[in-house]
């Protein structure tokens, strides 16, 4: 993947020097490349999908961090909190 989108990036380029917006699409394939398609090492930044975690550690974080967030909501919301619990044991 990476020896395409290295091809056709110079293939961009080549043909910049008559159109300048084909440099533009250059520089939009190095930076799609760049966040999309590198495969798992772009996916355990802080931005990454649930269920993604590189590694033990991460995903023991996001998880003790959502405890967190719904220990939270159901101190703050308490009404909310059960009414939601009595619908999903229905």
């Known amino acids: ?4 989108v290295i091809a056709g990036t110079v293939a961009f380029i080549l043909l910049g020097f008559n159109n300048h917006a084909w440099w533009l699409a250059a520089g939009a ?6 966040q999309y398609g590198r495969g798992s090492s772009s996916s355990s930044g802080p931005g990454a999908a649930p269920g993604s ?4 550690q991460q995903y023991r974080e996001r998880r003790d961090q959502q405890a967190k967030w719904e220990r ?4 703050e919301r308490p009404f909310e909190a059960r009414r939601q619990e009595r619908e999903k044991s229905k």
């Open 53 to 56: 975690a590189a590694t033990y």
């Open 1 to 4: 993947m990476g020896t395409i």
């Open 29 to 34: 394939v190095l930076f799609l490349y760049a």
């Open 72 to 75: 939270r909501y159901r101190r």
